[in-house]
């Protein structure tokens, strides 16, 4: 059984799914717009005792991009789970039966065709069809677009237990009759993101989990016993592991610059420029980060905590300036659709 809902990939993996979802409908929204939209952008430093080695998030958890989406578009997100396999397929072959792609968030670890085996349970992908061994699924352009797995290692992957994981989550996304004009929703849609990230509830958020970021970096060669390992491999997470690089930075500036032909805004091109800038350093920090692991030296990992210190603080001054678009100090650009 098969549903076309297009079967392009993207750079990052929760937009290339509901990029298949919102098309199959319909709705032809750039990926940076889908983005945006679901005020993805965040930031979080997360270190404990039970993991190998910190990790640097660049976005909102797992899911909450799809929820802050269809929150956006006025859109019914039907989300189900369930503990047993044979339900979660269940749950999956009735919309596909009836011509619809269904989201699922599973563990890609265990997914046939994917290049990395580190195990990671907040992936997303639009399934699009199956037969009698394979399902096929729509990932992100770096994995293969549209791509096939057999259905065993799709029931293990949706049964897959860890951090972000969810018990065989599906979703679907239904269109109202008359939907709202996406446009409209771009200046609640990034003030929400810019009062998350300006005013985090713990330190390892926002930007002040940026400036934390710029603390501990420092002492990273001391953190693992193999940094040669580690350290690019953290440095690979913030430019290739479904980021569209900089950390979701890319992405959220050219969502920025998309708005600017959209909406006549001096709040708006400040924002869009300082990310533009912000973009630049992240992957120069990433950069100085994977020299680290290689060489050894400290000097990197000091080079990186300073330009994460500027970070920290040229991202809270992009976030106050778009904290101050609202609806009456616009003035509409010329009309654009994505």
């Known amino acids: 059984m098969a549903a076309d809902g297009g079967t392009r990939g993207m750079r990052h993996c929760e937009t290339t799914a509901l990029g298949v979802l919102l098309r199959h ?181 926002g930007h002040r989990g940026i400036a934390k970021a710029g603390k501990r970096v420092r002492t990273w060669l001391q953190r693992t016993d193999a940094p040669e390992r580690d350290l690019p491999q953290a440095a690979l997470l913030m430019e290739k592991a479904g980021t569209g690089g900089a950390l979701f930075r890319n992405l959220y500036r050219d969502f920025l610059a998309e708005c600017t032909l959209l909406l006549d805004s001096s709040h708006l091109r400040t924002g869009h420029g300082l990310y533009a800038e912000a973009a630049t350093l992240w992957t120069e920090t990433a950069a100085l980060i994977d020299r680290a692991g290689i060489s050894g030296d400290a000097r990197y990992l000091e080079q990186a905590g300073n330009i994460l210190d500027d970070l920290s603080r040229l991202e809270r001054e992009a976030m106050q300036a778009l904290s101050h678009l609202n609806t009456r100090s616009n003035r509409p650009g010329p009309t654009r659709r994505t």
């Open 25 to 205: 409908q319909g709705i032809g929204l750039s990926e940076p717009m889908l983005f945006g939209l679901g005020s993805g952008l965040s930031f979080l430093y997360w270190d404990s005792k039970a993991m190998g080695f910190p990790f640097l998030a660049g976005r909102v958890r797992p899911f909450d991009l799809t929820r802050n989406l269809a929150t956006a578009l006025d859109l019914q997100l039907q989300v189900l789970e369930t503990t047993s396999p044979r339900k979660a397929w269940a749950n999956v072959a009735a919309p596909l039966d009836a011509g619809h792609p269904v989201g699922l968030q599973l563990d890609s670890y265990h997914l046939d065709y994917f290049t990395s085996s580190v195990h990671f349970g907040g992936h997303i992908v639009a399934m699009t069809g199956y037969d009698d061994h394979d399902a096929h699924l729509v990932d992100t352009d770096q994995q293969g677009g549209a791509v096939t797995t057999s259905r065993t290692s799709l029931a293990r992957a949706r049964a897959a237990r860890g951090p972000m994981s969810a018990r065989h989550r599906s979703f679907t996304l239904t269109v109202p009759s008359d939907p709202p004009d996406p446009h409209e929703r771009i200046t609640p849609a990034i003030t929400a993101c810019a009062d998350a990230f300006l005013h985090p509830p713990i330190a390892n958020l």
